[in-house]
Antibody, heavy 113, light 112 residues
């Protein structure tokens, strides 16, 4: 069974940093594109970043480009999202997603002073 | 970015009756490999999204056959043949053809 478990969320001040992790199990992690999708409270879904199975290619939405970095450690079956220069509008539940077919439970990031 | 426009945004339905959600994209979703990467998701209250339909019309494993997807190019539809109580939630179309992938605004299905 595919499992994706996010961690690392919480409350951070504007301008601060946070690193999210996503522990994957139940499939061959290195064979799959992985993604981060976020959902602001009461709002819709926004795809923010993706990474190839070998980690060589990454893409970002304009809203996070230059501030967020996606990466992966295939030896540890773990996906990461390093978030810097956080703003209030980054407040959201962040989902780790395999391709588009499997989603984690989500982790809340709150940016507030 | 490709804009995905869903209608209606609110969908009250009587139990046992059919429901239909439309999704239109601002550009063709046909990829260079010939596939159309249009997916449908269901998000029940308090839960993560769940993919129901991939590549326009393919049901994911475990999805009841009362859900069906159709369409081509820029115009797509999700249909529920007979709505059940467990279908309450928000439904999103999503295109995976162009980066960034984009979602529709969501359609809130509720029981009348």
């Amino acid at each position: 069974e595919v499992q994706l478990v996010e961690s690392g969320g919480g409350l951070v001040q504007p301008g601060g940093s946070l690193r999210l992790s996503c522990a994957a199990s139940g499939f061959t992690f290195s064979h799959h594109w992985m993604h981060w999708v976020r959902q602001a409270p009461g709002k819709g879904l926004v795809w923010i970043s993706r990474i190839t199975g070998d980690g060589r290619t990454t893409n970002y939405a304009d809203s996070v480009k230059g501030r967020f970095t996606i990466s992966r450690d295939n030896a540890k079956n773990t996906l990461y999202l390093q978030m810097n220069s956080l703003r209030a509008d980054d407040t959201a539940v962040y989902y780790c997603v395999r391709n588009s077919d499997s989603w984690g439970q989500g982790i809340l990031v709150t940016v507030s002073s | 970015d490709v804009v995905m426009t869903q209608s209606p945004l609110s969908l009250p339905v009587t139990l046992g009756q059919p429901a239909s959600i439309s999704c239109r994209s601002s550009q063709s979703l046909v990829y260079s490999d010939g596939n159309t990467y249009l997916n449908w998701f269901q998000q029940r209250p308090g839960q993560s999204p769940r993919r129901l339909i991939y590549r326009v019309s393919n049901r994911d494993s475990g999805v009841p056959d009362r859900f069906s997807g159709s369409g081509s190019g820029t115009d797509f539809t999700l249909k529920i043949s007979r709505v059940e109580a467990e279908d309450v939630g928000v439904y999103y179309c999503m295109q995976g053809t162009h980066w960034p992938h984009t979602f529709g605004q969501g359609t809130n299905l509720e029981i009348k």
